[in-house]
Every structure is written in C-alpha cells, then in structure tokens.
C-alpha cells in the first residue's frame, strides 16, 4: 500500500522531541550523568539528528564572568573572532572546551569558550547595560561574523549541544564530569528546520536557557515583534525565538515569570469574560499589549534562569509534560519513565494543567 505522505509528497519529517530539566532545591551540585541518563531512556522520540544540555552553577570560580562558549566552522573563524573579541571584552580566560572523541568528531565545529567581561569604556559610551551589552555582541557575531555562532553567553552557565543522539553529545562534550545545581537535557526530532550543530536545543541567551517540544507556528508575527526590539532572529527556529521572547518580557520589560506565561500563554477570551472585573481586566490589558508574543501552536516549553526552572505547555496541552519531586530535587520531563529511571521512588509526580506554568526554585542563593 503507498502512504498518503508519498502520495502528497509531503518530505516533512514528523517526530517528537524529549526534553528534561532538574534542579537540586537546595543548591547543591550534581554531575551531569543524572540528565543524561534521562534523556538516554528517550531516544525513541528523537532521530540523532539533535542533542543537548545545560547547566547552572559550573563555574563557580569564575562566576562574575560571562561565558561566551562559541562554535567555529575552522581555527581560521576563530582566530578572526579573537580580533573581534580583543576590542570589545575584558578578557579572563580562554580555552578549548574539553572533549572525547567519537562519531560526532567527524561534522563537529571547533568549540571553545571564554571568560570575559564587556570593555567599561564601550559601555560608558554607548549607555547601556552590561547584559544589553552582551546581548548586542551575540546578534552581532550570530549575523555578521561568517562561520562563528553563540552557543550561550550567561554567567555560571554552560551549553553543550550538536548533531547527535542526547548521549552521543554528553559522551562527546564530557558531562558527566560537570557538576551543578540544575541541567537541562534535551533530545531533537527537527521538523522546520535541517539538524545541524547550531540548531539543537537549548538555546541560550545571557542566562536563560530554553528547551522546547512542539512547534510555535506563530514564529513569524513573533519574528517580526522581536525585530522592534533589536533581536536579530538568524537560525529560522522558533525555539530561538522563545528565547528572545524571555530576555524581552523578563529582563527588558520586568514582567514576573507568572505575568510572562499569561503573555505566551493567556486565557482563552472566554474564560476571560467569566472572571470578576478586575481580574478580567488584568488578562485583557496582558492579551491586548502582548498580542504579538502569544505562542501558538502545540508545545512544551522548559525554561531555565538564574536558581530556577520552569516548564510550560500550550493552553491546551497537545505536548506532554511531567513534574516530579524526590526531596530536595524537582524534576521535569516529556515521559514520566525518564524521571522514573533516574529516580524510581517519587514522593510526588503529576502532570501540570494546560498552560499553567510550573516552578523549581533555589531555596537559597547557594550555587549562583
């Protein structure tokens, strides 16, 4: 029998991807082979053809400094964006990021990270912020520099991901050997876009980090909002995008994280004109002003900060997602059996409503 799909020569690939996220509460650092052994029981949703992970709280020692980690077509790119560099940033320390060899050797970019801090003269002439700073330099060298891109620019933050299996690339980038208080994890099934290094989740932007399962198919009005605000959108995904979307409601516009969600996520009209006037209000004003960062489509979104993580799903919940507890860890996944392997005795584990937003959060400020 011949499908329908090769009848319509339809070439689209349809998949799901698998994501997860864990926070230890208390702060208190853990290897990175606890997410990867997660992401390992979830291959079934993804394809080898993206991979990745992110954590918090690794570089304690050098915790006032971005860390740029960056990927280089060849040593040729790199040394032409040391020139770059030498102008714009205080420089602490540079050095390749470590790895072990294996199947992922033969398309991997060049991969190196560095400790800087943006050049004060720079900043006191252009009056902006140090993150507005960074922020610029990243859509700079995203869009201008030829064969360089920003893998993540946060603080206490590192992001490593490629073209692969979820374990291919934590085998590949060593991350069992990092320790810290919360990692992402990530496993891709591209469906808009080709697999490649750059375009496996996370994607980072100063310190968030963004994992997401599904597909924004209002990716060109929210495009073309960020636009407005100076983000330059370069790797047509809408997970970069999501991104963006953060930095700019959060850190530019100073919504909370609640108020964020009820943005990308709001109320159905509907359920708006049910509520008391005042909190009708409240919804309408949030709908009307942020109409152009609503999120459509199905999707699973975690997002990762300084001391926290949060997962978030579509208002109608058509990409799955799980929340856990197991002392002092909070857990998120797209398959309860993800956590379950990692932790198979849960004090707690439910599957948070549709487009409600749902929190790990750091007790304390110990490991930032």
């Known amino acids: 029998m011949v499908s329908r799909l090769n009848v319509l020569k339809d070439d689209k690939d349809y998949g799901a991807c698998g994501l997860a996220a864990i926070i230890n509460e208390n702060g208190e650092p853990f290897s990175g082979r606890m997410i990867a052994d997660a992401m390992s029981i979830m291959d079934e949703r993804t394809n080898g053809l993206g991979g990745g992970f992110?954590?918090?709280?690794?570089?304690?020692?050098l915790k006032d400094y971005y860390a740029l980690h960056l990927f280089f077509d060849d040593d040729t790119c790199r040394r032409e964006a040391m020139q770059l560099f030498e102008g714009l940033f205080e420089i602490e320390h540079i050095e390749p990021v470590p790895i072990k060899?294996?199947?992922?050797?033969?398309?991997?970019?060049?991969?190196?990270r560095y400790f800087v801090k943006p050049n004060l003269k720079e900043i006191n002439e252009r009056g902006i912020s140090e993150d507005d700073y960074i922020v610029n330099t990243v859509m700079k060298i995203n869009s201008d520099v030829a064969g360089a891109y920003v893998v993540s620019s946060g603080k206490n933050l590192a992001v490593f991901k490629g073209n692969g299996y979820p374990s291919e690339v934590a085998e590949y980038f060593r991350i069992d050997e990092y320790r810290g208080?919360?990692?992402?994890?990530?496993?891709r099934f591209p469906t808009n876009t080709p697999g490649w290094w750059g375009g496996a989740h996370p994607f980072a932007l100063l310190n968030w980090s963004v994992i997401h399962n599904g597909e924004i198919s209002s990716y060109g009005i929210n495009k073309r909002y960020l636009e407005m605000f100076g983000y330059k959108c370069t790797l047509q995904t809408d997970t970069e995008v999501m991104t963006y979307?953060?930095?700019l409601l959060i850190r530019r516009h100073g919504l909370s994280l609640e108020d964020v969600c009820l943005a990308i996520a709001p109320p159905f009209w509907s359920d708006i004109d049910r509520m008391g006037e005042e909190e009708s209000e409240f919804h309408r004003s949030i709908r009307i002003v942020y109409a152009s960062a609503l999120a459509n489509g199905p999707f699973a979104i975690v997002l990762g900060g300084e001391g926290f993580i949060m997962g978030l799903s579509d208002r109608i919940k058509l990409r799955p997602l799980v929340a856990a507890r197991k002392g002092d860890f909070f857990y998120l996944a797209s398959e309860e059996s993800a956590v379950r392997y990692i932790s198979p005795y849960l004090d707690?584990?439910?599957?948070?409503?549709?487009?409600?937003?749902?929190?790990?959060?750091?007790?304390?400020?110990v490991g930032i």
Not at 54 to 61: A, D, K, S, T, W
Not at 181 to 187: K, P, Q, R, V
Not at 348 to 365: C, H, I, N
């Open 54 to 61: 992110g954590v918090y709280g690794v570089f304690p020692e």
């Open 101 to 112: 060899p294996n199947r992922l050797k033969q398309t991997a970019p060049v991969v190196w």
């Open 181 to 187: 208080y919360s990692w992402l994890g990530h496993g």
């Open 245 to 247: 979307l953060f930095d």
């Open 348 to 365: 707690e584990v439910w599957m948070p409503d549709a487009g409600q937003p749902v929190f790990g959060r750091l007790r304390t400020k």
